[in-house]
């Protein structure tokens, strides 16, 4: 026995050697490439530590793969509106895109689930649990696919927060708050407790809280957030529980998407090259807006904004009207079911616990 495990032992370290090596070694050029791929990429981000790390990474792309592919990266908004980037994709317009998944919930209402929702998973590892220990990934391929893109993957980054004119101390302050959202369960959520929701890209929200035509916006992180300027027009931040940044979407994620036919003509060599430097991209970019995040708050506390958070008292109230509006969205289609249901066995595991079959008695999966 003793003997078998240390085999296994050695092979599995082996194995993982091999896979490391695969994911770290760089990309050798195809010496029947005779011109390089170049791919118009724009990303969701406005501006800040967000928009700089995504240009930097882009424009490393050419060096790394010897001259082969190359990304030309652009800010929010540069070639076609927040809103019309997966369009853009799938008319050619772009080859690529880095958007906020969220906002594709009104073409794919299973994209609601491919982004973290009010008080659904909350870490970045239990979504990473759902990706690839729960078929998330490829479901998400499949889904893209319907519209003619293909996924490549998540990129983490990490949690928003609520910037406000007005304090926000309870889940009462939010009746009658005029309240900018991405849309989808996010938006319903808040309606539910009250707010005057609006749905607004985020290039617009700076305006948008200036003008007054909203009194308060969720959007990402401080650090994005504070080079946007929202320290100028705001004096309250509103986040979730000791403990949990934010309740409504604690791991924003982004996405990597290229246009189908795009992604068809690349050699098996560099998409699978493309795929893992997705994910490690992921990982520089996460780590790279924490340490910024880490820096900014700061910089509010010594503006003298005000940051309030959620009572605990309060959670359950925001745990009751999520779990409806889950088997809402989950309903719209079969694709949604589908995640939310691998979703679902996720939270409810001992794992996690924050699911019990009586918190949705009576309500209906339809798969």
């Not at 729960?134 to 893109?149: N, T, V």
């Not at 991209?281 to 910024?292: D, V």
């Not at 409806?324 to 616990?353: C, H, T, Y």
């Amino acid at each position: 026995m003793l003997s078998e495990t240390k085999t296994s032992r050695r092979r599995f370290i082996g194995g993982a050697a091999v896979a490391g090596a695969a994911v770290a070694a760089p990309y050798i050029r195809n010496a029947e490439a005779a011109e390089t791929i170049s791919w118009k990429v724009q990303t969701s981000w406005p501006a800040g530590v967000g928009l700089n790390t995504f240009k930097a990474w882009c424009n490393s792309i050419k060096e790394k793969t010897g001259g082969e592919l190359e990304f030309k990266p652009y800010a929010a908004k540069e070639i076609v509106g927040d809103f019309e980037l997966l369009d853009g994709v799938k008319n050619g317009v772009l080859e690529a895109m880095n958007s906020f998944t969220v906002y594709w919930v009104g073409k794919m209402p299973a994209a609601a689930f491919l982004s973290s929702y009010l008080m659904g998973l909350r870490y970045p590892h239990e979504w990473d649990i759902f990706f690839y220990g729960k078929d998330g990934l490829k479901m998400a391929r499949e889904i893209f696919a319907k519209q003619g893109l293909h996924y490549v993957g998540r990129i983490h980054h990490g949690p928003n927060i609520v910037h406000s004119k007005k304090p926000i101390r309870s889940a009462e302050d939010f009746k009658g708050l005029k309240l900018r959202v991405p849309g989808g369960m996010i938006a319903e959520g808040f309606a539910a407790i009250g707010a005057r929701t609006t749905l607004l890209p985020g290039g617009e929200v700076f305006s948008a809280l200036e003008k007054g035509t909203v009194d308060a916006a969720d959007y990402t992180g401080p650090a994005v957030n504070w080079d946007l300027g929202f320290q100028q027009v705001t004096k309250y931040i509103w986040m979730g529980p000791v403990g949990l940044e934010s309740i409504y979407q604690p791991v924003d994620l982004m996405d990597f998407v290229v246009n189908q036919a795009v992604w068809n003509k690349l050699s098996p060599k560099m998409k699978l090259w493309i795929e893992n430097e997705v994910e490690a991209y992921s990982a520089h970019h996460f780590g790279a807006i924490q340490k910024a995040d880490m820096e900014a708050w700061d910089k509010f506390i010594k503006a003298g904004i005000e940051i309030n958070r959620l009572p605990f008292d309060d959670l359950d109230k925001f745990q009751r009207i999520a779990v409806p509006i889950w088997f809402k969205w989950a309903n719209k289609d079969k694709d949604a079911a589908r995640v939310f249901k691998a979703q679902l066995d996720i939270m409810e595991s001992p794992s996690l616990g924050y699911v019990t079959p009586d918190m949705y008695q009576g309500q209906k999966l339809n798969l």
